[in-house]
Structures are given as structure tokens and as C-alpha cells.
């Protein structure tokens, strides 16, 4: 897809946003199998029910605009993947398992934060429905919401 206009990039970036939730469902069962504490696990477990609303959010949201629900693959999305595949491989040290897994949801979350910002200023330079608006807002209150927690446990064990 050519990225000529902002309706382009909206659509584009709609599409990355869409693959990444799609990934997100494993890339999180994944990360709390690898995650060596119950904290750090339950973390990543509880978070499927939002995924699976964010994806659905994002669904409504091409609806609503008559498109086509495609996915769009991105290298960040890629490379935060490849970064998933080689901790769940390795046989780090409880501590060390745990701070890949939360240094990899970060990387995640703000990556998804990034592309919903995006996401947000076209909305409003395209004059999109305030609806539409606010499904991406909801889906970045929770990506927000799920960094918070991970830089909280990543605080708190820096502190001990």
C-alpha cells in the first residue's frame, strides 16, 4: 500500500495496529509461560480479555469506515517477535527470565501506545467520528494501563 495521503496512513497504520493485537495473543501466552514468578505471569495471563476487546474495538473500527479488517506486518512488530522467540529459548535465571519478559510487554506496549498516538492526530486532522476516536482512546488507556504495571514491578525489584 502506497502512503500518499493521511487517509492512506491512517489506514496503514490501522492495519499494523490490527496485526500487532492479532500477535499480541500469543506474544503474551508466550511471555507468561517464559516468566519465572507468579507476579510477572499472572501479569501477561490477565491481559488476554483486553487484547481480545482491543481487537475487537479495532474490528468496529473498520467497519465503521467501510474497510476491509487487513493486517499490515511491521519490522517493530517483527523485531519485538524475534526478541520474544529468543528469551522463551533460553534457560536464563529466574530473575533474569522475568526481566526479559517485562522488557519485552514494554517494548510492546509502547509500540502500540506509539501507533495509537499516530493513529489519534489523524483521526482528528481527518475529522474521523469522535466513536472511532474514543475506541482508539480505550485502546490506549489499557496499552498505558499495562505499561504502568510493567514498569511498576520492574521499579519495585530495582528498589530490593
Known amino acids: 500500500m502506497t502512503t500518499i495521503t493521511r487517509a492512506d496512513m491512517f489506514e496503514r497504520e490501522l492495519q499494523k495496529l490490527y496485526h500487532a493485537e492479532l500477535e499480541i495473543l500469543d506474544l ?17 495471563a490477565d491481559h488476554e480479555a483486553d487484547t481480545v476487546e482491543q481487537i475487537h474495538r479495532i474490528e468496529r473500527i473498520f467497519e465503521e ?9 511491521s519490522p517493530v ?18 530473575a533474569l527470565r522475568d526481566l526479559d519478559v517485562l522488557s519485552t510487554g514494554m517494548l510492546n506496549e509502547r509500540f502500540e501506545i506509539t501507533v495509537l498516538d499516530r493513529l489519534l492526530l489523524l483521526a482528528t486532522d481527518l475529522e474521523i467520528s469522535e466513536e472511532i476516536s474514543t475506541e482508539l482512546g480505550a485502546n490506549r488507556q489499557e496499552a498505558k494501563a499495562a505499561l504502568t504495571e510493567m514498569e511498576a514491578i520492574v521499579e519495585r525489584r530495582r528498589l530490593e
Open 28 to 44: 503474551h501466552a508466550d511471555l507468561a509461560d517464559a516468566a519465572a514468578s507468579d507476579e510477572v505471569r499472572a501479569l501477561f
Open 65 to 73: 469506515l467501510g474497510m476491509e479488517s487487513r493486517v499490515a506486518g
Open 77 to 94: 512488530m517483527e523485531g519485538i517477535l524475534a526478541e520474544k522467540d529468543e528469551i522463551v529459548s533460553t534457560d536464563a535465571p529466574p
